[in-house]
């Protein structure tokens, strides 16, 4: 009998290590590229069926465990695990969407704070590495929201469950790994959308409130105030939290900082590269030791785990930590710039429609177009 299972409960029996053998059914190069945790790769073509080569392979893989079968969005594993059912596997289930349901997978996980009427809530995509934020006082039960992916739905159930309503919505910057869902979560809201006014000059055809550096948003007795972070992008804000919480968007990571040629280019990088150094070095570094760094990002390998924390878990840091071990930071100006122009990563996959969505010169045309922009772990880091 084949059964269908969710992401989410995917999830749940990864994280209770469920003795199961998961088989992507993939080509190699899609496997390769970006897959679950502990999946094992069996390419199956339905037209063409198994060989007693590959049931062989599956044999030796499963060894008398039952198989969950996912595939980019369902529809490729499902004959594969009927495939198995006819051949005596009696207990096969599909991940239901496939990596593209894997893709929408959220936790919401809070963060401790120091004062009681202040709520943060850290929205981790756990298959993207992104994370989002909502920042609101229990006292007047209100609270932003920063960096929205576009499944806006999580950050209203977010707030929601910490019995705050949205006020206004900020993003760092103009994201190029995912499709941002700022601008719509304020529209479905009803209420301010913000952007670093630098954001003109990447010719952002949506409307929003421009934030300058120095800036403070108010919520309740919170303060959230804006600093000019740019590097990554020219627009980047961070958001300081009652002078305690530092949202970095894709700054400051807790292993790495933000790559610059993503909007600079490459023969442009090394400009990128100093106006970060010198946002890590006037404005974030001239910080307290204790503040808490909140990043816009996790690093996810490519074989679906996190390389710093674990899913459901805070991915916060210290920044004196980071300070005392985050080589980067202790680089001087030229070797700094050297080293994130020299050797930079893979881009993230479609990086420059993205870009193009992101500051509206593009649309993207439904769900299943955005889903096939984003799949895919963020390459945002240097």
Same mark, same amino acid.
């Given at each position: 009998m084949v059964n269908n299972i969710t992401a989410e409960r995917l999830a749940e029996e990864i994280g209770a290590d469920e003795q199961f053998t998961l088989i992507d059914v993939r080509p190699e190069e899609s496997f390769e590229a970006w897959h679950v945790r502990d999946a094992e790769n069996v390419p199956y073509d339905p037209d063409k069926g198994l060989s007693e080569d590959r049931l062989n392979e599956v044999d030796a893989l499963v060894d008398d465990r039952p198989v969950v079968a996912i595939c980019g969005k369902g529809l490729t594993s499902t004959p594969f695990a009927f495939e198995l059912d006819e051949r005596g596997y009696d207990d096969v289930s599909v991940v239901t969407g496939g990596m593209e349901a894997w893709s929408k997978l959220y936790e919401t996980v809070p963060i401790e704070t120091a004062d009681d009427d202040l709520v943060v809530r850290q929205v981790q995509r756990r298959a993207k590495g992104c994370l989002g934020y909502v920042v609101g006082s229990k006292e007047a039960a209100e609270a932003v929201v920063v960096d929205a992916t576009r499944?806006?739905?999580? #950050?209203?159930?977010?707030?929601?469950?910490? !019995? $705050? %309503?949205?006020?206004?919505v900020l993003d760092t910057h103009v994201h190029a790994d995912h499709v941002s869902g700022g601008s719509t979560l304020a529209d479905e809201v009803g209420v301010a959308y913000h952007l670093g006014d630098a954001a003109s000059e990447r010719g952002v055809e949506y409307e929003y409130?421009?934030? %300058?550096? !120095?800036?403070?948003?108010?919520? !309740?007795?919170?303060?959230?105030?804006?600093?000019?972070?740019?590097?990554?992008?020219?627009?980047?804000?961070?958001?300081?939290?009652?002078?305690?919480?530092?949202?970095?968007?894709?700054?400051? #990571?807790?292993? %790495?900082?933000?790559?610059?040629? $993503?909007? #600079? !280019?490459?023969?442009?990088?090394?400009?990128?590269?100093?106006?970060?150094?010198?946002?890590?070095?006037?404005?974030?570094?001239?910080?307290?030791?204790?503040?808490?760094? @909140?990043?816009?990002h996790l690093a996810v390998t490519s074989d679906g785990r996190y390389e710093n924390g674990s899913p459901g878990e805070p991915l916060a840091a210290r920044l004196g930590d980071l300070?005392?071990?985050?080589?980067?930071?202790?680089?001087?100006?030229?070797? #700094?710039?050297?080293? @994130?122009?020299?050797?930079?990563?893979?881009?993230?996959?479609?990086?420059?429609?993205?870009?193009?969505?992101?500051?509206?010169?593009?649309?993207?045309?439904?769900?299943?177009?955005?889903?096939? $922009?984003?799949?895919?772990?963020?390459?945002?880091?240097a």
């Open positions: 499944q806006t739905d999580r #950050f209203k159930i977010a707030a929601q469950d910490a !019995g $705050l %309503s949205v006020g206004r409130d421009p934030l %300058s550096d !120095g800036d403070v948003i108010e919520v !309740g007795d919170v303060e959230i105030e804006a600093l000019h972070t740019p590097g990554h992008t020219s627009e980047m804000l961070n958001y300081l939290v009652d002078g305690d919480l530092l949202l970095t968007g894709d700054t400051l #990571f807790v292993d %790495s900082v933000g790559r610059t040629e $993503l909007q #600079f !280019g490459e023969d442009d990088a090394s400009r990128g590269a100093e106006l970060l150094y010198d946002s890590l070095h006037e404005t974030i570094l001239e910080l307290p030791d204790d503040t808490t760094v @909140l990043p816009g300070r005392d071990e985050l080589d980067f930071l202790g680089l001087d100006r030229d070797a #700094f710039v050297e080293r @994130l122009t020299e050797d930079t990563p893979e881009k993230p996959a479609n990086y420059e429609r993205v870009i193009a969505i992101n500051t509206g010169k593009d649309t993207v045309d439904d769900e299943k177009e955005a889903t096939e $922009l984003e799949l895919g772990p963020n390459n945002c880091a």
